[in-house]
């Protein structure tokens, strides 16, 4: 989506409101720079010009502001600063860089006949562009979108977007061969952009101020300028210069020295700094009469960047990771400016070489496919996997081996794009987070606790979140918690938000989203979340959120969620909840499409409510069992929020029986990891959740279940087609993990009938982090004809350099049906064991709306003893006389084994 687009939210800011503090902690977070220490005001966040914000400061601080302007935009100031590299190209290489951008043989022919572009928008709209790109016309709204509630629709920024991308594959095209017929149709490109009247989308901003289209574009176009340098003619270069100055460096300069964006952390603001930074670089040197606005540009970017990374260490605005990777942008003029200049102070702040890496860590799912997707990020069946470049560029320069193993990790290989080429070493520096690092974090400052058991492929984490985050990306879902065991996402959060009508964008973006309390069915009103206290040890985790001052006032006196995590097997949430009358309070719980849910044993059907003690979510490779310990009586209802139905799928809510003043909810919550193989939903029970489909164009085949004819289970796949020469489908899980040496074993069962042209067969591939294929491919077939059901079976040993696979399934230029059933993948040598998951079982003792009780956990020869007392006196629970919040008394066949206090 376009970055505008968030502020029309409800509750939003026109602008991200700044960092409220005092002058003296202003100077404090920028004492690297105390010449431009401005006092930052909630006004300003409202001003839409540098004397709108002046009006709105008392006197006194207006001329501060107008001196700390000055200082760090003046014209001029930096011009003793010495260019190391002078000559083109400079920004992502120089001429010494030459040789490994050749080595990779890059060259995008189809650019060079390339007449016209279609992207594909919002609701399935298509928009077809010239190429190169003639200035858009106002083009009419999606289908499906709410322009009323959210205005135009950003069309500019996918269209800016391909118009960066362009323009880096030509200039790439060019370094990579020296064909010069690359840099002419990029000084063909960049002439025609020149020649527009603005580089963003009247239509979206009609006081033409920068979006995230003038970012974009004046990125390609310097990245065009610089690298094609030498093959374009001096009038060439004179007139993208002056258009890129015009269109591009003026118009983000202007906007970057406005008062509140100076402390701005919002992900277009990261991005106008960068683009102009990165445009200045590019343009610096090569004429005078832009010398002091190329120089004030650099500066102003770099100073612009140093101060947000002082401030984010503190800062409690986030806007999750997925727009916080916006960074990225900066990362990248960061590089360029110490390639041209020298200057690394960006790379040596501890908020890039420890934050960021701590942050991505602790939150990223045990298996590495994703990170946590709090805020508008991902969706509840796709998750981030944030900064992508900053890894890329610390792990490079500086062999920073926890940045290396993050994008191992994460599976973030170096493809055959722009930034993949400058960015690409496939001799990465790898090291695991270090040995002391606790399982568990609080990021304080944002209000995020990751509560983990490690990062193994079958270790848990729960994410939880109690923010007082102002921005518009941030979600009203204070005590939001997601759940995530041996790689499997079981309790969830929705992820971005919708932008389809009103009442999705309120449901997806608010409370009742969210796995958090509703009250009289009311939700939170502001963003004013707080984590109370954090604990974490070897078999113990514990967080405290308090949420109540996020709902309306007399609404509630008290909603405070306490989450004690006992390693590796399970998670208690004990709600302290309080109003001045009588209310009724809801307990949410989230899955995502995949899961299915059960109520004590039975599957419930949409809009059903029942009593219940017990919910399960299950899917394919895990599931959780949630015990509802007190109170008693509760009643949950399965059905959607009113009008999101035709795009959000039920959820629970769990209600207490009667209006109370005061209510306490302690609930088990027991993932339990499904034994088996490798792969994900093997004999087709989910349908084809976990498989992915191909097919080549015109291909036809007709893929079904068959709940009649089936090898084992509940059904199998079913697969016909007609004509062997353009029949072709397959069914794969792909890059699946892989242990180099490691034998594996695949193998399914399959049937056919009346099957002519290829038989049935499977195929197992290793592939390295990057995704490049490592020979040899391993294949089994079947019979023609038809034949009752036999099981294909392949063993092959992880080459050398592996570490992913995909097992594929293939219906393979076929005429007649075949079926396939009860796939798997296992790992033969050497064995993996496969302990089955713990079944538990919880009990509560004692007196929780007191805040004094004890919960006894008992599977399989194990009691664990969990004593809770939140009353700040001293009682006896269960047989202990308690003083302290949390003691665990663990013991195996009758033989303590674990006993910890947390004070």
Known sequence: MGMRVSKKLEGAPIRPKAYHSTSA???????????????????????????????????????????????????????????????????????????????????????????????????????????????????????????????????WTSLSGSIQSHLEALALSYAATGREEFAGKAAEYCLTLVGWEVWTDPDYHPH???????????????????????????????????????????????????????????????????????????????????????????????????????AKMTSPNTEG?????????????ADVLKRVTGDESFFEHPYVRDYIPRWTAYFMSPDGRGCVNFCDAGSDTSYPKPFATLLKVVNNVYEDGLSGWLLHKMSIGDGQHFTDIMYGNPSRAVSPPPEDWPKSVLMENIGWAALRSGWEADDALLGFKC?????GHDHLDAGNFIINHAGTWLATDLGYGSFRSRVEGIYSRGTAGHNCILVDGGVQKTKDGAIERFYTSEALDYVLGDATACYDKGLVEKVKRHIIYVKPDYYLIYDELASAEPRQFQWLLHADKNARWQWDGEEPQQGQERDIQRLTILKPKAELHVHFLTPENLNATYDCWPGTAANYQPYMTVTTPDKVARASYVVALAPRRIAGGELTNPDFAWGLHGWTKGAVDESQVKVSFDTEVKHSGEQSVKMVGEVAERDRTLLGQWYLPATEGALYRASIWTRTQDLTGNPPMIDLTFYDNDRKHTPPVSVASGQLGTNDWQQLVIEAKAPEGAALMTLRAAYNHCAGTMWFDRAQLVQVEPPQLTEEPLQWSFTLEGDALGGAFAVRATAEGREDLIVCNFTGQTVEIGGIEATAPIALRRSKDGQQIVDVTME
């Open 25 to 155: 902690d202003n100077c404090r977070w920028m004492s690297h720079r105390p010449e431009i220490c401005i006092t930052t005001v909630e006004s300003l966040t409202h001003a839409s010009n540098f004397e709108e914000a002046c009006i709105m400061w008392q006197p006194t601080f207006c001329m501060i502001a107008v001196a700390a302007l000055l200082a760090c935009a003046m014209p001029g100031l930096c011009q003793d600063k010495p260019l190391l590299v002078k000559t083109h190209p400079r920004l992502f290489f120089t001429g010494d860089d030459l040789d490994r951008i050749k080595a990779a043989e890059y060259a995008n022919d189809g650019l060079l006949s390339l007449e016209e572009f279609t992207l594909t928008y919002f609701g399935g709209k298509q928009v077809t562009f010239a190429f190169p790109p003639t200035m858009p016309g106002k083009i009419e709204e999606p289908p499906g979108f709410d322009s009323k509630s959210y205005g135009h629709y950003p069309y």
């Open 321 to 333: 990771l997925a727009y916080s990777s916006s960074l990225d942008h900066g990362v990248r003029f």
């Open 467 to 471: 923010s007082s985050s102002k921005h």
């Open 208 to 310: 033409l101020r920068p979006c995230l289209d003038t970012g974009h574009i004046t990125l390609g176009v310097a990245v065009a300028y610089d690298v094609c340098y030498d093959a374009w003619t001096e009038e060439a270069r004179e007139k993208v210069r002056e258009g890129l100055l015009r269109l591009g460096l003026r118009s983000l300069y202007q906007e970057t020295i406005i008062p509140a964006n100076q402390s701005s952390d919002a992900n277009w603001d990261i991005l106008y700094n960068a683009a102009a930074g990165i445009g200045a670089l590019a343009i610096v040197g090569d004429e005078k009469d832009s010398e002091e606005e190329a120089w004030a540009a650099i500066e102003q970017a770099n100073t612009y960047f140093l101060r947000l990374l002082e």
